[in-house]
């Protein structure tokens, strides 16, 4: 087995007006913004799914503009995880996986679920939700994600949940959020959220070398010891791991070469 899985960084979505002319070259067309951004970062995360259902063509066709080894992530839809009752969810799921997520091949990483600041912790009902979540289609296995935004999840049942189901919790780099640094799955997933326009590579340089640092355990399972934890409790199983690191949010304007710095440090650069 490897020593190490593998550290991608990336940003969230590949249009934005104040990227043309910083990230972008002068002039490029939108139609090969994601041609050239796929060439510079190892992973994006889609944002737009969240919002609305794609097509088959359309994931097939992103999937084409990618070079081999380039891995999105891609938000679940929010119809899924804004359900009141979550174990009800089921249908909105499938909606969401009928719209041909399954096209990008070997370009599909995580799913991530993201939850409403206002949703809470109900473990039955949570459980129910994990349940429902498919683990593969056909050969195609699927690696999922959640993404919680109420303090109330920081829980060691939420941890033992997560783990049981082999479901990874997002950490959240952010000003609000919980963070939850536990690691329940054979993976990581990151969004460093603090990120600010005025600093050249969203992050100040010595935080970047830290995040770096940190990436390194996690892609050699282990945990941060300077990150929070729900259950200090309970180790995770020894192994390597690949890691999913994100500059996103705040910062977006810098965002790219946030990513891109981080990459350099992490040994992951494209």
Known sequence: MADAGTIRCGIGGWTFAPWEG???PDKLPKKQQLHFASRQLRTIEINGTYYRGQTPETFAKWAAD???????????NRFVTNKKVLAEAGESMRKFFDTGVVELGDRLGPIVWQFAPTKKFEPDDFEAFLQLLPKKDGSMAFRHVLEVRHASFIDPAFVALA????????YAHHHDYPEIADVTADFIYARLQRGSDDVETAYPGDELDAWAKRAAIWSKGGQPSDLPLADPSAAPEKQARDVFLYIIHEGKIRAPQGAMALAERTGAAQ
């Not at 783990?163 to 997002?170: E, L, W």
């Open 22 to 24: 910083t990230f972008y």
């Open 66 to 76: 990618t070079p081999e080894g380039f891995v999105f992530s891609v938000k679940g």
């Open 163 to 170: 783990r049981k189901h082999a479901v990874a919790i997002c």
